[in-house]
């Protein structure tokens, strides 16, 4: 199956600077999806992104399908930001392989 | 408001025990999965169903087992054969995936999730 591995694994920023989050997987997709888990559990849609740019706000994501790797860009972080990134790809038949997430705390 | 529910939030097992939770979405969308979710750890796919009385078995089916009866409806059932249930547990939905190109490429929704632990 396919492999989704993602970096960095945990990340602490202070309120109001950028980040870059990267997800490298081992096969071509045609659904890419970038998610938030708050500290509820709760798993939020932020990017359907197979190929391409979206903005969506202060967060924006790239994905380059022919080089296997997709980037998610926090501007400005707030506190809010905070919790676990998810980046999850699938094939033909659309089953989400999730990678293991980047957990991020953003400090006040 | 379109969306998926799940229910209950919390839900305790006793050793020995058969446990169903609910799926319930009214997006209208044709696929329904199941994943697990285990601490610090990314989701795995138990069970996808593409169309209503049909589905398949994903990455970690044994000791669950799932129905499709109707198109809004996929409950997962934890049965005893399951010797770790305690995790939480997501269900989403998606327009139908069908071949690659055309609908392969739809985005998955998720429910809320329900947290199972064992008494």
């Known amino acids: 199956g396919i492999q989704v591995e993602q970096s960095p694994p945990d990340l602490i920023l202070q309120e109001g600077a950028n980040s870059t989050l990267r997800c490298n997987f081992s096969d071509s997709v045609n659904n890419l999806q970038w998610f938030h888990q708050n500290p509820w559990g709760q798993l939020i849609n932020l990017f359907y992104?197979?190929?391409g740019t979206k903005q969506n706000g202060r967060l924006s994501a790239t994905t380059v399908a022919t080089e296997r790797y997709s980037l998610l860009y926090i501007s400005s972080s707030q506190t809010t930001d905070s919790g676990v990134y998810f980046c999850a790809v699938a094939n033909a038949g659309n089953m989400l392989t999730f990678g293991g997430g980047t957990r991020l705390m953003v400090k006040p | 408001d379109g969306g998926i529910t799940q229910s209950p939030k919390y839900l305790f097992r006793k050793e020995g025990q058969n446990v169903t939770l609910s799926c319930e979405q009214n997006l209208n969308h044709d696929a329904m999965y199941w994943y697990r979710q285990d601490p610090g750890q990314g989701l795995r796919l138990i069970y996808y169903?593409?169309?209503?009385?049909?589905?398949q078995k994903g990455d970690i089916a044994e000791g669950y087992s799932v129905s499709r009866e109707k198109k809004e409806s996929f409950p997962l059932t934890v049965t005893s054969a399951q010797k770790n249930p305690t995790a939480f547990y997501l269900c989403?939905?998606?327009?139908?995936?069908?071949?690659?190109?055309?609908?392969?490429?739809?985005?998955?929704?998720f429910g809320d999730g329900t947290r199972l632990s064992i008494l």
């Open positions: 992104i197979p190929s």
């Open positions: 169903s593409q169309i209503v009385n049909d589905f």
């Open positions: 989403a939905s998606s327009l139908f995936p069908g071949a690659k190109g055309g609908y392969s490429n739809q985005p998955q929704h």
